[in-house]
């Protein structure tokens, strides 16, 4: 818990003794009625280990050059409140982590975020903060909807619905090309939302396969390490693609065994 006030307040941490207010974060007003301790051990506990995961994944990234973390990516969380099912902002703590006990190795950050949805969290944590370059391709119809935390966007790509992989992954391709020649970052945080395929009923794009080599090819041809975190994904498909997406990108040599 200690290592959580790296990013977040003990005036936040204790809010989430309320299971109101963990029903609001988890848009679920039910779980209003369910004892804190239940939540804690069964809803709060399990998202600390994917937070945790991130930070791990964060310190492998630089031993390995490639880390992936089958969790976390909680990109509408920031240090200051949680949303959107996110409650610990694991994607901040790992910039805070590797700043604060990396500073030799880790000055410059970029941060590829490829869900569906626009990752408001972070962008809100790191406004105006020229060390933090953040490339956020996302629906612009769906939530969160964050004029405000738009700002902190260096390079942003906004999609309709239904937008297909012929179109999607050039879009993709050009933004990742384009930011990498505006900002060399020392690593790259991968917020890989399967929520964007085809069919997801909050996302209804396609390509992650694709996608996700297409991320990993361009860290691995430019020595740039890289944590990819899993983030948001509602069906029940959502696991066989994430794993066969690894599979694919140790098939094709960008990812190795330990």
Not at 35 to 48: A, E, G, S, T
Not at 102 to 111: G, L, N
Not at 165 to 171: A, I, R, V
Not at 227 to 242: D, H, N, Q
Request: glycine share 8%.
């Amino acid at each position: 818990m200690n290592d959580l006030l790296v990013t977040h307040s003990k005036s936040y941490l204790k809010k989430l003794k309320f299971s109101l207010y963990v029903a609001f974060i988890q848009e679920y007003l039910m779980l209003c009625l369910v004892p804190n301790f239940v939540l804690q051990r069964f809803i709060l506990k399990p998202l600390r280990f994917q937070t945790g995961g991130t930070i791990l994944a964060g310190k492998l990234a630089l031993e390995r050059g490639w880390s992936i973390n089958l969790g976390g990516g909680f990109h509408h969380c920031s240090a200051r409140k949680g949303g959107g099912f996110c409650v610990y902002a694991d994607i901040t703590l790992l910039i805070h982590f590797l700043f604060k006990y990396y500073p030799d190795r880790v000055r410059k950050i970029m941060i590829i975020d490829l869900d569906a949805h626009q990752g408001n969290g972070h962008e809100r944590d790191f406004k105006n903060n020229q060390n933090i370059y953040i490339l956020d391709v996302y629906n612009k119809n769906i939530y969160p909807l964050d004029n405000e935390a738009k700002k902190s966007i260096r390079r942003k790509v906004e999609l309709d619905f239904y937008t297909r992989d012929n179109e999607y992954l050039p879009l993709v391709k050009g933004s990742i090309t384009s930011s990498l020649e505006e900002f060399y970052p020392d690593l790259i945080v991968y917020n890989a939302g399967t929520d964007i395929l085809e069919g997801d009923s909050l996302g209804a794009l396609s390509g992650i396969i694709s996608r996700d080599e297409l991320v990993f090819r361009n860290a691995k041809a430019r020595h740039i390490p890289i944590v990819m975190l899993t983030s948001g994904g509602y069906k029940r498909r959502t696991a066989g693609i994430i794993a066969r997406s690894i599979i694919n990108l140790y098939d094709k040599g960008l990812i190795r065994a330990p």
